[in-house]
Nanobody, 127 residues
Framework: HVQLVESGGGTVQTGGSRRLSCEVS????????VAWFRQIQGSEREGVAV??????NSYYRDSVKGRFTISLDNTKLNLQMNDLKPVDTAMYYC??????????????????????WGQGTQVTVSS
C-alpha cells in the first residue's frame, strides 16, 4: 500500500523560494521513479520533475529548469523551488512510479497511476 503525504505549500512572492516535501512509503522493487506534478483547477496536469530512485537521474519540464531541483533523501522526496513566478501557482502533487516521457534532460509528459499520488499542497505565487 503506497502512501504519499505532501507538505510545504503556501504563499510566496514572485522571485521567492519554497521547498516542498513528500513522505513516500510502501514502494517496492527496483527501477521505479518518484515525481512531482502540478495542476491548476480546470487545466491540464503538468509534470514538473521526476527522479529515478536507482540511478538518481532527474528530468524537468523546460519551464522550471534552472529554478527547481528534485531530490530524494531516503523516504522523503523534495522539490526546491527558486525564482518562483505567478505561472507556478498550482496544486502540487507527488506521485510514485508514474508513467513518464523523457527526452534528453526534459520531462515531456507524466501520467500518475491511479491511487499513487498524494493529497497535494497548494503553492500560490503573488505578483
Amino acid at each position: 500500500h503506497v502512501q504519499l503525504v505532501e507538505s510545504g505549500g503556501g504563499t510566496v512572492q514572485t522571485g521567492g523560494s519554497r521547498r516542498l516535501s513528500c513522505e513516500v512509503s510502501g514502494t517496492t522493487g527496483s527501477g521505479y521513479c518518484v515525481a512531482w506534478f502540478r495542476q491548476i483547477q480546470g487545466s491540464e496536469r503538468e509534470g514538473v520533475a521526476v527522479i529515478y530512485v536507482d540511478s538518481g537521474n532527474s528530468y524537468y519540464r523546460d519551464s522550471v529548469k534552472g529554478r527547481f531541483t528534485i531530490s530524494l533523501d531516503n523516504t522523503k522526496l523534495n522539490l526546491q523551488m527558486n525564482d518562483l513566478k505567478p505561472v507556478d501557482t498550482a496544486m502540487y502533487y507527488c506521485a510514485a512510479n508514474p508513467d513518464v516521457v523523457v527526452a534528453g534532460t526534459s520531462l515531456l509528459g507524466l501520467t500518475p497511476r491511479s491511487g499513487y499520488w498524494g493529497q497535494g499542497t497548494q503553492v500560490t505565487v503573488s505578483s
